[in-house]
């Protein structure tokens, strides 16, 4: 059984970083690519990073290039996201998401950007 576990989330000012985790479980996980992707009210879910396996090579959505950052350790089967300089607009669900064996989404953690 395929399970992902989202873990991290809260709230922070802006210009404050958070680091999400995602631990998984019942698949081969450093054969599999993953992703993060979030979703705010009102608006369609958005990827925003995901890092390849083997090689564990990134490529980021436009909108976090430069502040946010994907990483895996594959020994430990958890992948994360160190999230900089947040903004307001980073304010969503957060969730991570596995393509195989077939798609998953782990059940969302709550990021909130606020003063």
């Known amino acids: 059984q395929v399970q992902l576990v989202e873990s991290g989330g809260g709230l922070v000012q802006p210009g404050g970083s958070l680091r999400l985790s995602c631990a998984a479980s019942?698949?081969?996980?450093?054969?599999?690519?993953m992703s993060w992707y979030r979703q705010a009210p009102g608006k369609e879910r958005e990827r925003l990073a995901t890092?390849?396996?083997?090689?564990?090579?990134?490529n980021y959505a436009d909108s976090v290039k430069g502040r946010f950052t994907i990483s895996r350790d594959n020994d430990k089967n958890t992948f994360t996201l160190q999230m900089n300089s947040l903004k307001p607009e980073d304010t969503a669900v957060y969730y991570c998401?596995?393509?195989?064996?077939?798609?998953?989404w782990g059940q969302g953690t709550q990021v909130t950007v606020s003063s």
């Open positions: 998401y596995a393509g195989l064996p077939f798609p998953s």
């Open positions: 019942g698949f081969t996980f450093r054969s599999v690519a």
């Open positions: 890092i390849t396996s083997p090689g564990g090579i990134p």
